[in-house]
């Protein structure tokens, strides 16, 4: 945990953006896999990391507004549980470590927004994402949970706050990033021919077990990069594929790091491979110079699919003007999702409260309906203090390609025939995380091999 006074600071900044009545914040539960003594893995909200540190299933907390206290409940072990777990921090213990003094048994909760509903008191609360909390909220408000009304005030309030990293926070990330940079290594040092995906998925996740870090999401390391979320991991690599690494760490306190590479399983580039990566690293590149204060994600989003595009061109998979590819969006047979996202406490910092709100604005909202921008997670201008993923990428889908041909989609600005010799070549995307700076930005970590000459240098040094 950070000191008792990080929590405290971050819950009166939070009392302060918000009118009256009590903020709500529901810790998680361990779900059970098959039976409920057998857990999935537990991981507390993010939220409730952030205002109170505790990574305790089954408690919860308010902020009452109106009469300026911070409670937590939740219920100390009893005999039984030191029999089976031992001795442990108690709540209380951990409570005061948050930097709170009152902790209430777990069933007191009810009471307690039972008492403020009399009241006519406002309970503000989150979107809920467990179907545990669904149904206490449910409970707790008197409310079927299809008819939920998540607090848009106490949304937005959190967006802002958490939006902004902290110094101490982008230590963690750090800490995060190079973890995660030491798993890449690995895998760059381990794919070879007959190699399994899954075998260099365990390695990593071992690595990062070893330094006391989770994953930070489900790993994708894979031969077919083209799927843009790929967990199939029972391919054996082979001379003349492509190898796509999409993996991040989780450090202790929750904070995530976000990479990717992508690298032959030969030791070196095959000329079409090479001409496709320096394509997509050209556009990163461009993207990552565009990050400062007050630009919009969503222009560099789009000035990174002209970078694109202009590579295309010169290969010969589009023609004609770049910008009027763009505008028509004919670069997303291509690039199918977004450049980035925020990072942070969650590697999509936030998803849970919405994109609406943690990538966008009122008054530019997220365009929702268009291939390609409606998988843009950032659009809004960057602001200090930020910490953001740059990640473009091209890949073939060989089920859109048809798709596309078949209507003549587009056919001003792409070649076909050219476009299906590439069909089963798969994808190829660059990943790192930087956070933004009032000079510009800073990258995170310590940094990954990435140009053509790095990575097979690299793989020829370790690969016999």
Avoid at 47 to 74: C, H, M, S, V, W
Avoid at 105 to 119: D, F
Avoid at 175 to 201: C, F, T, W
Avoid at 254 to 267: E, I, K, N
Wanted: aromatic content about 10%.
């Amino acid at each position: 945990m950070f000191s008792p006074q990080t929590y405290q600071d971050r819950r009166t900044a939070l009392q302060g953006s918000i009118k009256n009545g009590i903020l709500l914040f529901l810790g998680n539960i361990e779900n059970p896999v098959n039976f409920e003594h057998n857990p999935y893995y537990f991981r507390q909200d993010s939220t409730f990391l952030y205002y109170f540190g505790i990574q305790e299933p089954r408690i919860a907390a308010i902020i009452d507004i109106d009469e300026n206290k911070t409670i937590i409940f939740g219920d100390e072990l009893s005999i039984d549980d030191i029999i089976w777990m031992g001795r442990q921090e108690t709540l209380k213990e951990k409570s005061q470590k948050s930097g709170v003094s009152e902790t209430l048994p777990y069933r007191e909760l009810s009471q307690y927004i039972l008492k403020a509903k009399t009241a006519n008191r406002k309970v503000h609360y989150l979107p809920p994402y467990q179907s545990f909390n669904k149904i206490l909220l449910s409970d707790l408000l008197g409310i079927k949970v299809a008819e939920l009304q998540p607090s848009v005030e106490m949304i937005k309030a959190i967006v802002k706050q958490r939006s902004v990293k902290e110094p101490q926070e982008i230590v963690q990330i750090e800490q995060a990033v190079n973890v995660s940079n030491d798993m890449h290594l690995l895998a760059m040092r381990m794919a070879r021919p007959g190699v399994k995906e899954y075998e260099i998925a365990n390695a990593i996740q071992h690595l990062a077990g070893d330094k006391e870090c989770q994953m930070s999401y489900p790993p994708i390391v894979t031969i077919n990069g083209g799927i843009l979320h790929n967990h199939y991991r029972l391919n054996t690599l082979k001379d003349g594929d492509l190898f796509l690494n999409d993996s991040g760490a989780e450090t202790a306190m929750g904070y995530a790091g976000d990479l990717t590479r992508t690298f032959p399983v030969s030791t070196t580039f095959s000329t079409q491979q090479k001409e496709i990566y320096e394509v997509v690293l050209n556009a990163f590149e461009n993207a990552q110079r565009l990050l400062k204060p007050g630009v919009k994600f969503r222009d560099i989003h789009l000035q990174a699919s002209r970078h694109l595009v202009d590579g295309l061109v010169d290969l010969g998979l589009m023609k004609g003007n770049p910008e009027e590819a763009v505008k028509n969006h004919a670069h997303t047979l291509f690039f199918q999702c977004g450049l980035g996202h925020m990072m942070g406490l969650d590697v999509h910092d936030m998803e849970d409260l919405g994109e609406q709100y943690v990538g966008y604005t009122e008054d530019e909202p997220k365009d929702t309906k268009t291939f390609g921008l409606k998988s843009l997670r950032l659009g809004k201008s960057l602001e200090t203090g930020f910490v953001v993923t740059v990640e473009p990428g091209i890949y073939m889908i060989p089920e859109l390609i048809d798709i596309w041909q078949a209507e003549n989609k587009n056919a001003e600005f792409i070649n076909y025939d050219k476009v299906n010799e590439y069909r089963n070549f798969g994808g190829v995307r660059i990943e790192d995380d930087f956070v933004i700076t009032n000079e510009g930005y800073k990258l995170l970590g310590n940094g990954l091999i990435k140009t053509v000459e790095e990575i097979e240098n690299y793989r020829k040094e370790h690969i016999s």
